[in-house]
């Protein structure tokens, strides 16, 4: 009996069993698989590892998409991290060529997956408030809202949870540098019932430009001020 023979739901469930590398290469052998391969009951859980994999074309997605995860665990995060006024042009660079990636995906899974119900981001260094606003905004099921070590989300997420997050059970901010106690406060007295994980990010030293060094002529004048 061919591949081809097998009724839909025997297709569905035999790619099942495949990462998203390989239902691409058994979907590029006939139209028929092809089909399967673009249906969107397929993809109810994307994982991906690093925001290269995000611009891929080896997968799909759609209203079926219920879990979603990006976890990025490399030495480059460290660069992604370090505030933009620090960083060397070399380190500007390696972050140029994917700062927008986790952005623009983001903006793709609002429009195309409203029925999304879990989202976990680790290591997205580029990542705004914003970003997430959408997604909250967008997709009026989630229930679970995992950040960690997504270094630009700020306090202003966090009155997003309260003001869209309805269908929320659990936020985790952990490792987010620029979340802060009074941040975590809007959450605890406008959403009591949401499970709330924010390990050591309200105890971060948060980004902040440092204070402008005076001129030399500037500590001249001061010092012959002081002393006069």
Same mark, same amino acid.
């Given at each position: 009996?061919?591949?081809?023979?097998?009724?839909?739901?025997?297709?569905?469930?035999?790619?099942?069993?495949?990462?998203?590398?390989?239902?691409?290469?058994?979907?590029?052998?006939?139209?028929?698989?092809?089909?399967?391969?673009?249906?969107?009951?397929?993809?109810?859980?994307?994982?991906?590892?690093?925001?290269?994999?995000?611009?891929?074309?080896?997968?799909?997605?759609?209203?079926?998409?219920?879990?979603?995860?990006?976890?990025?665990?490399?030495?480059?995060?460290?660069?992604?991290?370090?505030?933009?006024?620090?960083?060397?042009?070399?380190?500007?660079?390696?972050?140029?060529?994917?700062?927008?990636?986790?952005?623009?995906?983001?903006?793709? =899974?609002?429009?195309? &997956?409203?029925? %999304?119900? @879990? #989202?976990? $981001?680790?290591? !997205?260094?580029? *990542?705004? +408030?914003?970003?997430?606003?959408? =997604?909250?905004?967008? &997709?009026?099921? %989630?229930? @679970? #809202?995992? $950040?960690?070590? !997504?270094?630009? *989300?700020? +306090?202003?997420?966090?009155?997003? =949870?309260?003001?869209?997050?309805?269908? %929320?059970?659990?936020?985790?901010?952990?490792? !987010?540098?620029?979340?802060?106690?009074?941040?975590?406060?809007? =959450?605890?007295?406008?959403?009591?019932?949401?499970?709330?994980?924010?390990?050591?990010?309200?105890?971060?030293?948060?980004?902040?430009?440092?204070?402008?060094?005076?001129?030399?002529?500037?500590?001249?004048?001061?010092?012959?001020?002081?002393?006069?």
């Amino acid at each position: 009996m061919l591949i081809t023979e097998l009724n839909r739901e025997c297709l569905l469930h035999l790619f099942s069993f495949l990462d998203k590398d390989g239902r691409r290469s058994l979907s590029l052998t006939c139209r028929g698989l092809r089909e399967v391969f673009l249906d969107p009951a397929l993809w109810p859980l994307l994982r991906f590892h690093a925001p290269c994999e995000l611009q891929r074309n080896n997968y799909v997605l759609g209203p079926a998409l219920r879990h979603l995860s990006v976890c990025w665990h490399s030495s480059r995060v460290k660069v992604c991290n370090i505030e933009d006024w620090a960083k060397t042009p070399f380190q500007k660079d390696i972050c140029r060529k994917h700062e927008g990636v986790v952005s623009a995906f983001l903006a793709r =899974v609002c429009k195309r &997956c409203p029925n %999304l119900l @879990s #989202l976990t $981001l680790s290591g !997205c260094g580029h *990542i705004e +408030d914003q970003d997430v606003v959408l =997604v909250l905004q967008s &997709c009026r099921r %989630l229930r @679970s #809202l995992r $950040l960690e070590n !997504c270094v630009r *989300i700020t +306090d202003s997420l966090l009155h997003a =949870v309260v003001a869209h997050g309805d269908s %929320l059970a659990a936020v985790q901010v952990d490792f !987010c540098r620029n979340v802060t106690q009074s941040g975590l406060q809007v =959450v605890r007295a406008g959403r009591p019932g949401v499970r709330l994980s924010a390990e050591r990010s309200a105890g971060m030293i948060p980004d902040g430009r440092p204070q402008e060094k005076p001129q030399p002529l500037r500590r001249a004048l001061q010092k012959v001020l002081l002393f006069s």
